[in-house]
């Protein structure tokens, strides 16, 4: 039986209680979704280094080519312990990561964590500043064209045109408008030393590329689910109260489609993630997207195999985080699941 109010008021222990209770069920709930995640991290490394090992060719080669010495090959793969059987390698590699030696980059000659560290603030600002642009401006669309049916025709001719490029493309027709017919931004590249604003500049095309097409499927999502929430019989029961349009919208109608837009807003984290990849590639930025194709391209195996994780974990973080906050949200998920 829950304490009621005046139980918490008159009592602090019982108020302690209570909020214990909150982050143990909490904990138990993030734990309960961390660890299908740290399994599918250790499946994947080893999916993704056994593709890389089996695919032809290795560092070696992209080093001195296909028709280079065949000693000098055969050095530099023992050097790199090429020649070792493929558990052995792996078990060796698993080991050093998870102590925290990534390694040193084939194709750049320094240590992997050395060069993460210094593309990861670029990346890391640019996939961030995409979701929040994502969330905040694909809500608010949903919200005002569940409330407003007059720029429904407009706003969805332009939603529409949004889910139909693909970010690259949407980044070129960028770049054409903005820096090329009319010069206000720059094109592409990375003002390193300059100040925060005029870096903030660079990325701002960017962004927009990578954030436009999420904002419109999250529009479409709240639109539709805050329609279909507005017909429900306890809205009815709000207005006939005489509440307000914009307190049924927003006191009534937006908190219950709170969850699955969480949910929603996890899986963009994902696409944002990996569409930093083919972005920077773009707007020719110094990230960790751009160096993964190097890395790749070069079969630099301790630096592709490093960021791939990266990838990953940051992918599955954030769609575990959404999920677990939708959970919380919604008290009928968190019952079903007996937290």
Partial sequence: MRASFRDVEDSPSTLLNLLGAGIARTGKLILLRLLPTLLFLWLFSLLLFALFVWLPGDVAEATFGTQGDAQALQTLRSALALDKPFLHRYAAWLAAFVRGDWGESALYGVPVRTLVAERLPLSLTLSLASYLFATASGIGLGILLAARKRTAGLVDFSLNILLALPSFLLGIVLILLFAVRWPLLPSGGIAE???????????LLPVLALALAQTAILARFADASLRETLTSPFIATARAKGLSTQRVLFCHALPVVAAPLLALSGLQA???????????SVFALPGLGSLFLNAAHARDLPLALALALLFATATLLATTLAETLAALVDKRRTESEKI
């Fill in 193 to 203: 030393q300059a100040l925060w604003s005029a870096q903030a500049r660079h990325i």
């Fill in 270 to 280: 994902a696409f944002l993630v990996s569409g930093t990849v083919v972005i920077e």
